[in-house]
């Protein structure tokens, strides 16, 4: 059982920098790789980065590129997802979730435990 909690998300203004936590608990963590998705109401969860606790594997949808960066702390079991210059259509829930290692890291599918999401509402 993995449990996973997100904070960090809020209402910013369009050009501004959020840092998204993904704080995990619970047994055989170094099982599980991370991953961040985001989902807009009426649309399916969308693919945003995944990383591995010992950080040496770490991957970002083309959309990412440049803006997204994902990072961990395994002292502290949590995982960040940094964006910068945000834009009004990074609207969106943002949600971390745990896979097992191996597993293909941009299907929702591959992923057994799932955080409640954080709320990112950027203002134009």
């Known amino acids: 059982q993995v449990m996973l909690v997100e904070s960090g998300g809020g209402l910013v203004q369009d050009g501004s920098s959020l840092r998204l936590s993904c704080a995990a608990s619970?047994?055989?963590?170094?099982?599980?790789?991370i991953g961040w998705f985001r989902q807009i109401p009426g649309n399916e969860r969308v693919f945003v980065a995944t990383?591995?606790?010992?950080?040496?594997?770490?991957v970002s949808a083309d959309f990412a590129e440049g803006r997204f960066t994902v990072s961990g702390d395994s002292a502290k079991n949590t995982v960040y997802l940094q964006i910068h210059s945000l834009k009004p259509e990074d609207t969106a829930v943002y949600y971390c979730?745990?896979?097992?290692?191996?597993?293909?890291?941009?299907?929702?599918?591959?992923?057994?435990?799932w955080g409640r999401g954080t709320q990112v509402t950027v203002s134009g």
């Open positions: 979730a745990a896979r097992p290692t191996g597993r293909e890291y941009s299907d929702v599918r591959s992923y057994d435990y």
């Open positions: 619970g047994h055989s963590l170094r099982a599980y790789a």
């Open positions: 990383i591995n606790w010992d950080g040496l594997v770490s």
